[in-house]
Nanobody, 123 residues
Framework: QVQLAESGGGLVQAGGSLRLSCAAS????????MAWFRQAPGKEREFVAG????????RYSDSVKGRFTISRNNAVNTVYLQMNSLRPEDTAVYYC????????????????WGQGTQVTVSS
C-alpha cells in the first residue's frame, strides 16, 4: 500500500509560480511511476504530467508543456511539480497519483491517489 500527500497549493496571480510536492510512504517509492492530475470545477479530472520510476522519462499534457516541470527525488520519496507562467485556466485541485508500471495518461490505471491540493490563479 502507498500513501500520497500533496502540499504546496495556494493562491497566486497570473504569471506567477508555485511548486507542488507529493510525499509518498508505505513502500519503495523508486519503483513507482508518478503523475499529477487536476480537476477544475465542473470538469473531468485530466492528466497534467508524469515521470517514470527512474526519472528519465517525462510526459506532459499539451496545455502545460513548456510551463510545468515534473521531477522526483527518490531519496526522500517525493515528486514535484514546478508550475511557472500560471494562468487562470490552471485553477484546479491537483492530485498526485502512482502506479506500478509506466506512465500513462488514463486516471483509471493509477493505483494510488492523494487527497489533492487546491491551486487558484487569479487574473
Amino acid at each position: 500500500q502507498v500513501q500520497l500527500a500533496e502540499s504546496g497549493g495556494g493562491l497566486v496571480q497570473a504569471g506567477g509560480s508555485l511548486r507542488l510536492s507529493c510525499a509518498a510512504s508505505g513502500r519503495d517509492f523508486s519503483w513507482l511511476a508518478m503523475a499529477w492530475f487536476r480537476q477544475a470545477p465542473g470538469k473531468e479530472r485530466e492528466f497534467v504530467a508524469g515521470i517514470s520510476w527512474i526519472g528519465g522519462l517525462t510526459r506532459y499534457s499539451d496545455s502545460v508543456k513548456g510551463r510545468f516541470t515534473i521531477s522526483r527525488n527518490n531519496a526522500v520519496n517525493t515528486v514535484y511539480l514546478q508550475m511557472n507562467s500560471l494562468r487562470p485556466e490552471d485553477t484546479a485541485v491537483y492530485y498526485c497519483a502512482a502506479r506500478n508500471s509506466r506512465v500513462v495518461i488514463t486516471e483509471g490505471m493509477y493505483d494510488y491517489w492523494g487527497q489533492g491540493t487546491q491551486v487558484t490563479v487569479s487574473s
